[in-house]
């Protein structure tokens, strides 16, 4: 081993000493800050040593891929999180964004399964599910395991006693008298809308309190559990005990999740792309399929560690080679529109020298000052004018080149569903980047 890697070594040695013992994840970075490997850790700083043990044999205790990682890296970086939790869904959005090299796990299209309460029937039902309703439900995670979800989904419906299976109940149905309920209803795990068992009122209580349940820190419940099952132990009734154990243990991990808005997963609620690019192509009024769609954002508070995101969609579906994050370099204080300026003239400085494709759509996260200071930018650049298309949160106004009124489209359109996806994806991508750079001044790819 050379003098110069014996150096490097004990600088990230060094380094990691001063790392938390908190749960986060950490770096592995080659030069000019190219992250080759993303990993989660309980305790940061036990874990990320390890990689660096004098005298270890990495070939050995690790295998040939890690010690050929480890080679490579120049230093190491982290982030911490509030809980082990965090960090596993910060980990996979990230490998999925940034597709690190030496991670070969979490880089498919696979989702978090969520706990989705159907509000908006009658009878509302619990399901879970990684393909969640676009409106009239409520959503509890992403989770981190699906297999738990499935054992505590048991648990629940023996306490609260809700429908899970996928039948279409109507309060005014006066067949419902006549239907035979299921074995669920027999073994009392569910009231059995279905049959007019319950009325709709007292159903929607049971709903409510579950949600309420949900919502909470579960104390009294798992207070009520432990009692039970210590008087099981002690009447040496150790099966009934052991049970109650395991219905702990599964209510517990309940809190094995993340928030719906803070934990995004765009693709979850993406529309049929299909259908969505042919609506869209009538809209823009275009000759030609839209095909290739860039999305816009910027992140920034005061100003401080502005960056911006461009993300690439082909035939509707995430490109996740092409996307792309600019930390803002010329743009001082809040200025939205100049930031999207600046990501514009680097972004397509490219595409007018012939080295990229131009897209069909560029859409903006934004409203018509966003659009404009855009097509500003592309006029700046003597660079033919693509079509330009920015969409507004809350009121999701569509704006298109040439109109200062904006476009409404109803929430069930697949074009605007395929924008939102768009939308959302670029803003996701902004805000990442911001809060790494902001914790850490990481993950830094120049552009």
């Known amino acids: 081993m050379s003098a110069q890697t014996d150096d490097k070594l004990e600088a990230i040695r060094k380094k990691i000493k ?58 190491v970086d982290f982030m911490e ?12 959005r990230l490998i999925k964004d940034i597709r690190p090299p030496y991670n070969t796990d979490l880089v498919d299209d696979k989702t978090f399964p969520y706990l989705e309460i159907t509000t908006g029937d009658s009878f509302p039902g619990v399901y879970i599910t990684r393909k969640p309703h676009p409106r009239g439900s409520r959503l509890f995670g992403p989770f981190a395991g699906a297999k738990d ?45 279905c049959a007019a068992r319950i009325d709709r ?12 349940f949900l919502q909470s820190k579960r104390s009294t419940t798992l207070r009520q559990l432990k009692k039970q099952m210590a008087e099981a132990a002690e009447a040496t009734e150790y099966e009934k005990a052991a049970m109650l154990r395991d219905r702990i243990r599964l209510i517990e991990r309940l809190d094995r999740r993340g928030i719906p808005d803070e934990n995004v997963q765009p693709e979850v609620f993406a529309a049929d792309p299909t259908e969505a690019l042919v609506q869209l ?15 816009i954002d910027v992140a920034n508070i005061a100003g401080a560690e502005a960056v911006g995101s461009l993300v690439k969609f082909i035939d509707g579906k995430p490109f996740k080679s092409g996307y792309r994050r600019f930390k803002i370099k010329t743009v001082k204080g809040i200025d939205d529109y100049a930031m999207i300026a600046e990501v514009v003239r680097r972004r397509y400085k490219y595409a007018l020298r012939g080295e990229e494709l131009w897209p069909d759509l560029v859409l903006i996260d934004g409203g018509l000052g966003h659009l404009r200071a855009a097509e500003a930018a592309f006029r700046e650049m003597n660079a033919p004018v693509p079509k330009i298309a920015s969409i ?3 009121e999701e106004d569509i704006f298109l080149q040439g109109s200062s009124k904006p476009l409404k489209l109803s929430a069930n359109s697949p074009a605007r569903k395929l924008l939102q996806y768009v939308r959302d994806e670029a803003h996701r991508f902004a805000q990442h980047y911001f809060h790494i750079l902001r914790t850490k001044k990481m993950l830094n790819k120049k552009s």
Do not use: H, W
């Open 281 to 295: 192509q009538k809209l823009l009024q275009t000759p030609e399929p839209v095909r290739i769609i860039e999305g």
């Open 18 to 75: 001063s790392f938390p013992t908190s749960s986060g994840l950490y770096f592995m970075k080659a030069s000019a800050d190219k992250v080759l490997y993303i990993g989660k850790a309980k305790n940061l700083r036990s874990r990320v040593s390890s990689y660096f043990q004098q005298g270890d044999d990495l070939v050995v205790s690790r295998g040939p891929k890690i010690a050929e990682m480890i080679s490579k890296v120049k230093t």
């Open 201 to 212: 009122r007292e159903y929607k209580k049971s709903i409510g309190d579950l949600m309420k």
């Open 392 to 394: 507004a949160k809350r």
């Open 149 to 193: 979800l499935r054992g505590v989904l048991v648990v629940l419906q023996k306490i609260f006693r809700f429908r899970t299976c996928k039948l279409n109940i109507s309060e005014d149905d006066p067949k419902r008298r006549f239907f035979r309920p299921c074995l669920l209803y027999s073994i009392k795990q569910c009231t059995a809308p």
């Open 81 to 92: 999180t509030e809980t082990e939790v965090d960090a596993m869904l910060a980990e996979a």
